[in-house]
């Protein structure tokens, strides 16, 4: 089973994992934001037509 929880010692340790902070507002990124975290729009994971999730492949294009 796949593990999508890290310790903050394991985050710090390994440069492969990438943190990516999921925001309403660009600007609350700006002044608040996880030091090396990437910042992605909160409706960039928004499904096109329904209030919910967007599809899984849309999420692996944009995450990937």
Avoid at 4 to 22: F, G, K
Avoid at 26 to 33: A, I, K, T
Avoid at 39 to 51: C, E, F, G, K
């Amino acid at each position: 089973m796949p593990r999508h929880l890290i310790s903050v010692d394991e985050l710090l340790e390994d440069d492969s994992v990438v943190v990516v902070e999921v925001v309403p507002d660009p600007v609350l990124y700006e002044y608040w934001h996880v030091p090396g975290a990437i910042m992605m729009h909160v409706d960039a994971l928004r499904h096109p037509s329904a209030r919910d999730v967007a599809p899984e492949e849309v999420l692996e294009e944009r995450l990937g």
